[in-house]
């Protein structure tokens, strides 16, 4: 069964860069098949898209955090991340990681992990 | 704020049917599939409904999808206390919004 599992710091600093990682099990990220992304959720508040990426390395990014963001694939470690740049306290969120295809769409999620930025 | 609109809240008893709606433009549920999520509280997204109206192996046939030009639905029918959670439609944007975009969800209550 496939599985994935967001990992990082549970605080990020004002103007710093948030690093998050998905790993994935169950399932490779090699496959042809699905894009690998991630969503978030402010507390209280509805989903954003922010992005995914293909085995092949393509990237699609939602048009508002664009600047700031970039995800990144380790197929050694069957893993991918998540950088977030010059972050603000309106990027604290629940972040998640999904696989998502071109039949099911974004159809497996991990349990999502808090990071609040704050001084 | 949110690409697709849906409304913010919804209420039933059990063993009723609700209807819950997602607006868009032509842009994302005109010209692409729509995505049905179920959150129930403190958990991840669930895939409720997929291309419209199609149901993930495991998802009752009380949950239902359809899509008539750039609105969709989502039914519930046999409603039950479990059912109580947020439900967001999601659609390919092939606009400047995308490539994903969200509704913004609605809290389905069970009275």
């Known amino acids: 069964q496939l599985q994935l599992q967001e990992s990082g710091p549970g605080l990020v600093k004002p103007s710093e860069t948030l690093a998050l990682t998905c790993t994935v099990s169950?399932?490779?990220?090699?496959?042809?098949?699905?894009?690998w992304g991630w969503i978030r959720q402010p507390p209280g508040k509805g989903l954003e898209w922010i992005g995914c990426i293909s085995y092949t390395g393509n990237t699609y990014y939602n048009p508002s955090l664009k600047r700031r963001v970039t995800i990144s694939l380790d197929m050694s470690k069957n893993q991918f991340s998540l950088r977030l740049s010059s972050v603000t306290a309106a990027d604290t969120a629940i972040y998640y990681c999904a696989r998502s295809g071109a039949v099911a769409g974004i159809d497996f999620w991990g349990q999502g992990t808090l990071v609040p930025v704050s001084s | 704020q949110y690409v697709l609109t849906q409304p913010p809240s919804a209420s039933g008893t059990p063993g009723q049917r609700v209807t819950l709606s997602c607006s868009g433009r032509?842009?994302?549920?005109?010209?692409?599939?729509v995505y049905w999520y179920q959150q129930l509280p403190g958990a991840a997204p669930k895939l409720l409904i997929y291309r419209n109206n199609q149901r993930p192996s495991g998802v009752p046939d009380r949950f239902s999808g359809s899509k008539s030009g750039t609105s969709a639905s989502l039914a519930i029918s046999g409603l039950r206390s479990e059912d109580e959670a947020d439900y967001y439609c999601a659609a390919w944007d092939d606009g400047l919004s995308g490539p994903w975009v969200f509704g913004g969800g609605t809290k389905l209550t069970v009275l």
């Open positions: 032509s842009s994302n549920i005109g010209s692409n599939y």
């Open positions: 169950g399932g490779s990220i090699s496959s042809s098949t699905y894009y």
